[in-house]
């Protein structure tokens, strides 16, 4: 079924989620590739490029994916779940959206610090919305770096729980949105 | 009293004159930027790529029936570096370049004047950049001093050449740009 039940993610959700942490691991392998290339590199500024606007199109996703949230019931935790763990993964999953958005607002600020709108492949531009901070490409690229660790690691967390559940407690946390 | 009096004032007096005729301080006018240091580099081999440092400050002292008695200071803050390119400037400030965050300031302090004649003249000094100090010479000259309005204003330009091996700048930028070459524009106010 396309919506959630009670008991389940619907596909609508479950193809959310899988397009996330695949486009995501892109983006922060591809980020982290980049920043190292030479200048002589063929894909010094090709690879940016790309990992802008895949950035900007995943943006718009988040967006929709938020909204798509809200108006979908949510499936219910698994009963093997304590009341720490209940507390811990309402938070991680906030707090995994919350990152999200972080890294893509200042992920944004990092090539338009100088007035010049993001082009999202060939199909449209971004606008700037000028500078905020006189060294903001290099501020907001660090905190688009920290940041990105710390989705990667929330992320990372975010799995083996699921492992955990899965293959230790034997419920159906994973079966949910799998 | 006034036996004592005269004697200082003639002092005083003969001091202030001769003080006109000392080296004069000025102060380079960044507060009404009428001062650049500009830097142009090739890209590629292709073109010329330029830019500035915004942000620096120096002072100068002048005279011009002695050339030789001048002398100069200049503090660039490195992370003032703009190449009208965000992405650019933020690859120029990391320690594959500029290393701002290690070395924030760049300074020059000149050690001689040599006078050509004409307003013209070659500055030797040390310029201290990216962690290493190294004599270099400006070709420079003088564009006119004199008054304008309220104040006393003495304007200079200068050209050289930074290889930027000399300097242990990590990464290339091509065969075609080894060097870096600074244009320099300065006016300054006397004090």
């Known amino acids: ?178 | 009293m006034k036996k004592i009096l005269m004697p200082i004032l003639a002092a005083g007096s003969i001091l202030a004159f001769s003080a006109s005729a000392l080296s004069a301080d000025y102060i380079i006018d960044t507060k009404g930027a009428h001062a650049s240091i500009n830097f142009k580099i090739k890209h590629a081999g292709f073109s010329w790529l330029t830019g500035r440092f915004n942000n620096f400050d120096g002072r100068f002292s002048y005279d011009k029936s002695d050339i030789s008695a001048s002398n100069i200071k200049v503090n660039i803050d490195t992370s003032s570096i703009d190449s009208n390119h965000a992405k650019r400037d933020k690859h120029l400030r990391s320690d594959d370049f500029l290393d701002v965050e290690k070395y924030p300031t760049a300074s020059f302090s000149s050690n001689k004047f040599i006078d050509k004649g004409n307003g013209k003249m070659e500055i030797i000094g040390d310029l201290t950049f990216h962690g290493v100090t190294k004599s270099i010479s400006i070709n420079a000259e003088k564009i006119a001093e004199g008054n304008r309005k309220d104040k006393y204003l003495a304007g200079f330009s200068g050209t050289t050449e930074l290889i930027l091996k000399d300097f242990n700048i990590k990464k290339s930028l091509g065969a075609a740009s080894t060097s870096v070459y600074m244009d320099l524009h300065i006016e300054g106010i006397r004090q």
């Not at chain 1, 919506?3 to 193809?15: D, E, F, H, P, V």
């Not at chain 1, 971004?126 to 060294?135: A, D, E, I, K």
């Not at chain 1, 905190?143 to 407690?169: E, N, R, V």
């Open chain 1, 1 to 178: 079924m396309l919506r959630n039940t009670k008991s389940s993610y619907g596909l609508i959700a479950k193809s959310f989620h899988w397009l996330s942490a695949v486009t995501i691991l892109a983006l922060f392998i591809s980020g982290i590739w980049m920043t190292d290339l030479d200048y002589e590199h063929f894909w010094y500024d090709y690879a940016a490029h790309y990992h802008e606007s895949v950035g900007v199109l995943f943006a718009i996703f988040v967006i929709f994916r938020l909204l798509w949230r809200q108006i979908n019931i949510k499936p219910n935790f698994s009963e093997t779940l304590s009341v720490v763990e209940l507390k811990a993964a309402k938070l991680a999953h906030n707090l995994l959206y919350l990152l999200c958005i972080m890294i893509i607002i200042t992920g944004y600020l990092i090539p338009t610090a100088d007035n010049r709108g993001l082009d999202v492949f060939t199909w449209f531009t971004v606008p700037s919305l000028g500078s905020f901070h006189h060294q903001q490409a290099d501020f907001s690229g660090k905190a688009h770096y920290l940041l990105s660790w710390g989705l990667i690691t929330l992320s990372f967390i975010h799995a083996l729980a699921a492992c955990k559940h899965h293959f230790i407690d034997n419920d159906n946390t994973l079966k949910k949105i799998l």
